[in-house]
């Protein structure tokens, strides 16, 4: 497996710049509300085991590791990032060179995203154009292409997911990391980055992004973790959200200060469940490696590790809209 982590590794061992001048260089004050890192408070320590990074830490789908940045939380907005996160630089090229484990999961979220924005659909001024931020191998193009969308454009960084979407859906998708001055001002009805907005280095540059890419009467959706949720609360440490490609992790109130701060209207945030297979449930679960495949082949033994099951497990579906 090629290490993508080069960049990373490098930096965390401090060849070059020591770690204390490489931090102090790259610290960052909330991107959310901008207030500064002194005022926040520890929430979870560093824990990066270079030996581990691999291709895979920055995949979607993969089997969780625990490895974290420090994390601290926002006093004002109630946001946890890290703030000593990775620069733009090594976050591109480690996106860029990351493994992609394509799977139905990908099918099974894309429809659950449909059905979690079924209100905000309804409520939008036109359904023409759309853009997802974040886009994977394209699935979700797919689904709004069948809610009569007609132009779909979708942002990826890895050459890899890319490579896996069939050859018509390659045709929506930009290689790259979303730039605002990639798209003309007010073309876009409908902006979506679902599972993205914890991966960027700068959250409230691409909710404002996104705000001047809508036409009037347009709308921003956005799916996050919701780190007060009953279910990361449980798991603490254990929790698959506490993860080292994450640079901020969102809460209820952390999520709609982004949107409202950006300019949008009829902020709705809610909880939705994912549908995904046992098997896919069984591979996410906090649980010894030996027990979980003991578990699955037990499913497999019974048929029954296709059986797909509706979770709440804690993640948050916010739209807001472009006043017209
Ligand atoms: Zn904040």
Known sequence: MASVAAPLKWRYAGLGLCEKEWFMKNSRSCPVCNTGSDKAKLFIDKNINLAKLSSFSFASRKEPEYMCHRLVQCPN?????ADQPPGEEE??????????????????????????????????ARRQSALEIGTGTGIFLECLSREGFTELVGVEPSSAAIAAAPEYRRAWIREGMFEKKDFAPGSFDLICCFMTMEH???PEMVASAAFHLLRPG?????????YRSFVNRLLGRRSPIIDIEHMQLFSERSVRYLFESAGYADVTVSAFANTYSLRYWMRLAPLPRGVKSAASSFAAALGMDNVKLKINVGNLTTSGFKHV
């Not at 480690?94 to 409520?123: G, V």
């Not at 347009?218 to 919701?226: M, N, R």
């Open 77 to 81: 907005c109630d946001l946890v990032y």
């Open 91 to 124: 976050l591109a090229h480690a996106y860029h060179a990351a493994d992609y484990d394509s799977s139905e999961e990908a099918n099974d979220a894309a429809k659950a995203y449909i059905l979690a924005m079924r209100p905000t659909l309804d409520k939008l």
């Open 200 to 202: 960027v280095r700068d």
């Open 218 to 226: 347009g709308a921003f959706v956005t799916v996050t973790h919701d």
